[in-house]
């Protein structure tokens, strides 16, 4: 044998699995002429090409389930009985997998009554046997018991691209365990995903503990006398049977009878001819293309040849003949579009394709009219970004009726680059590069040198806008979301832009007087704990600070990480009690991030018009929900009255004129209580009561609003908004500060107040088991691919992702609808009044005084009437001379 010789295994099904999810929000993206749908194959093949490149195998097999009835069904009837039914979308593609596995030049295997597991077990002990290097690669860390010094195992972490290797030393130091001890784990704790028991209350630390101790189930009941009396040791005692069975089960067979002989598994390469045929039957273009194959007349149509005009003063007048719908690009390389060079632009349907570097023509009047023309279809890439660039050469652009990045982002709003290449391939469009390819990326991102490059790159971004169009919004109309796209994100869109370019007034010379007030507050601080500790150390040193407070102060150790002793947040709010450096810690790192965060950020951003010009974040967030940047005005902390102060440099333009401001309230228990149908809560917003006090009543068993404490409301509150976003017992006591059993009674109890809420957390999460997805009230998805996953944790936080979205979402569709009417209600009411930000809940304008009485009737009333509940929305406003006034 050749000391090269490396063999390669897949694990079949489990790759499929991965690979299926991995692309499962792009699910409609991906299906053939015929209708068959080909992500997973799709995504198996490029994580195929990865692992080929990174392990270079001279053998490969890939492993199958050979059906559900395997020897340990036969053992136990309930082995993976808990298992979800395959998607039928992916159970069509298993018979065209092993077809693309043929067409590469791979063999794959199953066998009648063992797992792919067993035959990967089998294989790899033959081939260690034969000296071979082995490369297991599989989504399942059960198959990390087979690791060995020559037997690595390559475990999926993200989809099927990022992958976790696992070596005898990487399971030590993961596990603390041989990986051989795996199985005795598993035979304590069980495994809900494969549905054997395991041993009563006994999960992977407890299971890990007995492992280290014992190392072997069997060595562990040979000792059980000796162990102390205890309710684990009773489990222990009872459930012997199951945990022998339970190990036998995760033992992966290594004497299977499988007849594959490692001769038969030589790789040689792929069969061209095969390959091709099967591409073009799957509508794999591109990888038709990387082959350099001899496509059909669709693929021409996106092959890498395309002709386009470079525009110029001399033939400008073309612009003017043509018809119908336009795409249009303009391009910055830059990401604040308030102050980026514009690089160029783009125009063309299909008919011609015009590309120019000289934006000066968009000036001319011909292109200038076209833009600004209202009878004139456009097609863009990000609208608001589009609109901004233009708005700063004089030109509002017109008649815009589809966005790209807004379409795309609301058909999976996981998937929120802003790179046009990566969105155009996702959508299975693979005839443009992205942006990092062309121009690469951070300090190197430039133009290339070559214009024919880049003119080549622009005609080819604007093309796929306009040949992405009409599928986009047929997959819109299909998920009931062209409503949501016509009418709530395109028209914010223009209303950001607008937002944006008006941009909030800074008082420069504020922020300065703080900058020293801080640093005199950070001086006075820091000498106290320096007094404390008994010696000066640098005060933003983790290493340093951990030292003072661990070795020389012997506060309680509460985190050990890799490099020490922890000093998060965390850490230092559960050592309040024990010295008080800690809250002078605390606070100085408060003060600190706000000197250098929203301070000297600020005065950094503040433009010569002496605004700062926030970008809004259209198309960031999973809920909907707004976020900014360049400066991000959303996060200013108002928690500390430090904080606050930072709202004290926001003013309006005019001496004479004030800031006013309109705040929805607890909107999303609003929404809450319309979605769930809770009639007890219902008719608390009806009543006007407070919902807070209300929650308080019953899970203090009080008879009298009168009866509660600031202290119970505060509880109640962190209840009421804990249960919105899914909270366990142990989260509600850490975050209050109670027992777990006593925040078990506060959830307990405000179920039995709010019964509907706890039935609607059920049913949303049940609902997103089947369908993969959630909507808000106005359809906006939020695709939820962990769902269904092994990882308790994954899974966790994929179900309670499902029972917030709904309500998080639907309050940002909510607000954005209040944006637009508000815009269209002060230009018809011709007030000067502007809309300035949107921070969460709340919208800021700014005013005349005397238009402030207006503004007091007019906000509410367009806010409370966005959308109709089945409970009243309530708004609170303020004004005053400046943002930090507007809340006395």
């Not at 005795?184 to 630390?205: F, R, W």
């Not at 401001?661 to 769930?676: G, K, T």
Request: hydrophobic share 40%; no cysteine; proline share 3%.
């Amino acid at each position: 044998m050749n000391k090269q010789d490396k063999l390669l295994l897949i694990d079949g099904n489990s790759l499929m699995f991965r690979a299926f999810f991995a692309l499962h929000n792009a699910l409609d993206h991906f299906t053939n002429h015929d209708g068959l749908h080909t992500n997973a194959i799709y995504a198996f093949k490029t994580m195929l090409d990865d692992v080929l490149k990174q392990v270079e195998p001279t053998h490969i097999l890939v492993a199958f389930d050979a059906g559900k009835t395997t020897f340990r069904t036969a053992k136990f009837e309930d082995y993976k009985g808990g298992r979800a039914k395959m998607p039928s979308e992916l159970a069509e593609q298993l018979p065209y997998m092993r077809q693309f596995l043929d067409a590469y030049g791979i063999k794959w295997y199953e066998l009648k009554d063992f797992e792919a597991d067993d035959i990967i077990g089998t294989v790899a002990k033959d081939a260690e046997a034969a000296g071979f290097k082995v490369t297991i690669i599989t989504g399942d860390r059960d198959l990390t018991q087979l690791t060995t010094a020559n037997t690595t195992v390559e475990v999926t972490v993200k989809g099927v691209k990022q992958l976790e290797t696992y070596t005898p030393e990487h399971v030590q130091e993961k596990l603390g365990i041989d990986p051989k001890q795996i199985v005795e784990m598993k035979g304590l704790m069980g495994d809900t995903s494969d549905n054997y028991p395991g041993v009563t209350k006994i999960g992977e630390v407890t299971a890990l503990k007995l492992v280290k101790k014992y190392g072997s189930i069997a060595a562990l009941y040979d000792n059980i006398d000796s162990m102390k009396k205890s309710k684990m040791k009773e489990n222990l005692i009872n459930d012997q049977a199951a945990a022998f069975m339970s190990r036998d089960l995760a033992q992966i067979r290594q004497d299977a009878p499988v007849t594959v002989q490692i001769n038969d598994l030589v790789y040689t390469g792929p069969n061209l001819d095969a390959l091709i045929d099967f591409y073009k039957e799957m509508d794999f273009k591109s990888f038709l293309s990387a082959l350099d194959a001899d496509t059909d007349a669709a693929t021409a149509a996106e092959s890498d040849v395309l002709t386009y005009e470079t525009l110029t003063s001399a033939n400008l007048k073309d612009i003017e003949a043509l018809q119908g719908p336009q795409a249009f690009l303009v391009e910055m390389l830059a990401d604040n579009y308030h102050s980026a060079t514009l690089d160029g632009f783009a125009i063309g349907n299909g008919n011609k394709w015009y590309v120019s570097n000289d934006v000066n023509l968009l000036s001319d009047p011909i292109l200038k009219n076209w833009l600004m023309a209202k009878d004139q279809e456009k097609y863009v890439f990000d609208l608001k970004r589009t609109y901004v660039a233009l708005n700063r050469l004089g030109i509002q652009i017109q008649n815009v009726t589809f966005d790209l990045l807004l379409a795309s982002y609301l058909l999976d709003t996981n998937e929120n680059s802003n790179d046009l290449g990566e969105i155009a391939q996702l959508h299975g469009y693979t005839a443009v590069q992205t942006d990092e390819v062309v121009y690469g990326k951070g300090a190197k991102r430039a133009i290339p040198s070559d214009q024919s490059i880049y003119y080549d790159h622009l005609a080819k971004k604007v093309r796929a806008i306009f040949e992405l169009r009409d599928k986009l919004m047929a997959e819109l109309d299909k998920h009931e979301q062209t409503d949501l796209f016509k009418h709530l994100e395109m028209p914010l869109a223009l209303v950001l832009a607008n937002m944006e370019i008006a941009g909030i007034t800074v008082d420069a010379t504020r922020l300065v007087k703080m900058q020293g007030e801080f640093k005199s507050q950070l001086e006075i601080i820091a000498g106290d704990i320096y007094d404390i500790a008994g010696t000066k150390f640098n005060l933003n040193s983790p290493k340093q600070l951990s030292e003072i407070l661990f070795e020389k102060l012997q506060l309680p150790v509460i985190k050990k990480t890799k490099t020490g002793y922890s000093t998060a947040v965390d850490v230092l709010e559960k050592l309040r009690t024990a010295s008080p450096i800690i809250d002078n810690i605390l606070k100085y790192r408060q003060i600190s991030k706000i000197q250098s965060t929203y301070v000297n950020g600020l005065l950094k951003q503040i433009y010569p018009d002496h605004k700062v010009h926030t970008r809004y974040l259209q198309t960031l967030t999973q809920t909907g929900r707004l976020s900014s940047v360049d400066p991000n005005l959303q996060n200013i902390p108002v928690r500390i009255e430090e904080g606050r102060k930072i709202r004290q440099a926001f003013v309006p333009r005019h001496p004479d004129w004030e800031i006013f401001s309109s705040d929805y309230s607890q909107v999303e228990l609003r929404v809450l209580a319309h979605i769930s149908g809770d009639e007890n809560m219902r008719e608390a917003f009806r009543e006007n009561r407070d919902i807070h006090a209300n929650t308080a009543m019953k899970i203090f068993n009080l008879k009298d609003a009168s009866e509660v404490t600031p202290d119970m409301r505060r509880q109640a509150k962190a209840t009421n908004f804990g249960i919105v976003y899914g909270i366990s017992d142990y989260g509600l006591s850490q975050n209050i500060g109670i027992t777990r059993k006593e925040a078990k009674r506060f959830i307990d109890a405000y179920f039995e107040q709010y019964p509907k809420v706890k039935l609607w957390t059920e049913d949303i999460v049940k609902s997103a088991r089947e369908k993969g997805y959630v909507e808000t009230l106005m359809h906006r998805r939020r695709y939820l691919p962990d769902i269904h996953s092994k990882n308790f944790n994954l899974r966790s936080f994929a179900e309670r992702t499902a029972m917030n979205t709904p309500i998080q979402g639907s309050a940002a569709d909510i607000i954005k609808v209040a944006m637009i009417n508000m815009a269209a209600k002060l230009k018809e009411a011709n007030l000067q009044a502007v809309m300035l930000l949107q921070v969460h809940d709340e919208l800021i304008f700014e005013a005349p005084q005397s238009e402030i009485p207006v503004l007091e009737k007019l906000v509410p009333s367009v806010m409370d009437s966005a959308v109709k509940l089945a409970v009243p929305l309530k708004v609170d406003s303020g004004y005053g001379k400046t943002w930090y006034d507007v809340k006395k």
